[in-house]
């Protein structure tokens, strides 16, 4: 054979051996690129995404879209192949696994605590949206979860108001692990609760709950790698009760990057007139109680998505705007936002024209 022939045959095998170690050889990274984008003001699947009953609610126009990101599932193993690939895309993203899925988490598990934090997200945006229209809310402490084969486990349940802890009144969900830690593991903490039944049966009759019970929990060690401290087992939220109904359905979706976008949503049906003016605006952010916005994950993803469906104006977390704005898709304006009193400026500017002083990502 040729010595030529025989170079360009090894060659080829060489190219062939490379390309096959590529395809089953599997990376430690996953994919994310831009996902659904759905306008809060409109309909999903046939229904309304807000619906509010119980309250006068006003005609809306143009949009207020939250957006998503699509990410490669927990198990997933991807190739040498496919990351090289998406390295080189434009609209895709190749990053560590462990950036998704931390500390080992299963599909399941993480799914879980995504539909945790998209349900925790609405019940901010609705509280954000009603305070920053003075309408009352009432708010209390409850037991979110609790860790099973803790201290807590059979003694306090999910649902639980907290009242006490050792006789302090609590005030907010942090007040909890404070008076908890002020003990050394070994120790016994008192709780006071309204049982999460009668809390229910409280809310339903519309009546103050009437029973409460002390509840005495001896802490544990925690597991953490750092500071050893006392804890119980629980984790503690906010629970809310709203002067009417508003509903958020829309599946399919977690996490919560789109709690500004529902606050934003939730205000414009509950006020005349034209939020945006009939513009196209998208956007992202977590949101708390008090309208504070935060920033999320997947920001350039989201802002690829937005524009790709036609959204002129991104709202966009200050904490995200560097991000973003390293690679803004062509006719989309960032707009920095770093609580919801933020965005509703930024709105009244879009409405009435005047865009020259918009508080833009980069300024």
């Known amino acids: 054979m040729p010595r030529r022939t025989a170079t360009m045959l090894a060659s080829t095998l060489m190219l062939i051996a490379l390309l096959c170690a590529g395809v089953f050889i599997p990376v430690p990274y996953a994919e994310m690129s831009p996902g659904p984008t759905v306008n809060t ?8 995404v807000l619906h509010i009953s119980g309250r ?15 990410v490669t599932s927990a198990d997933y193993r991807m ?50 949206a009603l305070k920053e229209l003075d309408v009352p809310v009432k708010s209390w402490v409850i037991v979110s979860t609790v860790v099973k084969g803790s201290p807590a486990e059979g003694k306090l349940h999910a649902g639980d108001v907290i009242k006490t802890v050792d006789g302090t009144a609590v005030k907010e969900p942090a007040d909890v692990a404070k008076l908890v830690t002020k003990h050394k593991a070994g120790q016994d903490v008192r709780f006071t609760i309204v049982p999460a039944k009668e809390q229910a049966a409280a809310e339903k009759e519309k009546r103050t709950p009437t ?49 500004l976008m529902f606050a934003l949503g ?12 009939g513009k196209f605006v998208a956007g992202t952010g977590t949101i708390d109680d008090q309208g ?72």
Not at 41 to 48: A, I, M, R, S, T
Not at 228 to 246: K, L, N
Not at 266 to 277: C, E, H, N, Q, R
């Open 41 to 48: 003001l409109g309909d999903h699947d046939g229904e309304p």
């Open 211 to 259: 029973r409460t019970e002390d509840v005495t929990i001896t802490t544990a060690t925690s597991d953490d790698t750092g500071e050893r401290r006392a804890i119980v087992g629980i984790s503690a939220g906010t629970d809310h009760t709203f002067p009417f109904t508003i509903d958020i359905k829309l599946a399919d979706v977690g996490g919560p990057s789109a709690g």
């Open 79 to 128: 190739n040498l192949v496919e990351a090289v690939y998406g390295w080189l895309a434009h609209d895709n993203k190749v990053v560590p696994h462990d950036t998704l899925y931390p500390d080992g988490k299963t599909e399941e598990q993480s799914t879980q605590e995504n539909a945790e934090e998209f349900s925790q997200s609405q019940e901010s945006a609705k509280v954000a």
């Open 56 to 70: 006068k609610t006003y005609a809306t126009s143009g949009h207020l879209n939250m957006t998503t990101v699509r």
């Open 292 to 363: 504070k916005v935060g920033p999320i994950g997947g920001i350039e993803m989201k802002t690829v998505g937005a524009r790709s469906k036609g959204a002129q104006y991104f709202l966009t977390p200050a904490d995200n705007c560097a991000a973003a704005a390293k690679d803004t898709p062509e006719g989309l304006t960032l707009i920095k936002v770093d609580t919801i009193e933020d965005a509703l400026g930024a709105l009244k500017d879009l409405r009435s024209g005047d865009t020259a002083d918009l508080p833009t990502c980069g300024k």
């Open 266 to 277: 939730i205000y414009d049906k509950l006020t005349p007139g034209s939020l945006t003016g």
